[in-house]
């Protein structure tokens, strides 16, 4: 088991930046691969990013490829997002989530992470 808490979200404007973090609990945080994904109101959640244990390999979602970056801070048993040139369209809830086995480039689905945080809340105005 892991318990996941996000933090970091707010209010920004278009062209702005913002980092949210995650920070983890409970099982070694370096045992499991980490994503991000986002919700939007009445629309599905979808993956952002992803990163490896070791952080050897990340993924990006194309939306948000170069302007996204996910790293991790074993250490810290805290995995961030950090987003530039944010844009309207990147208003969501922000959910970490975390994979112990089976993560690779097509862990791109909710249901492939058994573990997730409450979400943290990012708005970008125009």
């Known amino acids: 088991q892991v318990q996941l808490v996000e933090s970091g979200g707010g209010l920004v404007q278009a062209g702005g930046s913002l980092r949210v973090s995650c920070a983890a609990s409970?099982?070694?945080?370096?045992?499991?691969?980490m994503g991000w994904f986002r919700q939007a109101p009445g629309k599905e959640r979808l993956y952002v990013a992803g990163?490896?244990?070791?952080?050897?390999?990340?993924y990006y979602a194309d939306s948000v490829k170069g302007r996204f970056t996910i790293s991790r801070d074993n250490a810290k048993n805290t995995v961030y997002l950090q987003m530039n040139s944010l844009k309207p369209e990147d208003t969501a809830l922000y959910y970490c989530?975390?994979?112990?086995?089976?993560w690779g480039p097509g862990s791109f689905m909710p249901t492939q992470y058994p573990y997730w945080g409450q979400g943290t809340q990012v708005t970008v105005s125009s």
């Open positions: 409970g099982r070694t945080f370096s045992s499991f691969a």
């Open positions: 989530a975390a994979a112990s086995t089976g």
């Open positions: 990163i490896s244990r070791d952080s050897s390999t990340t």
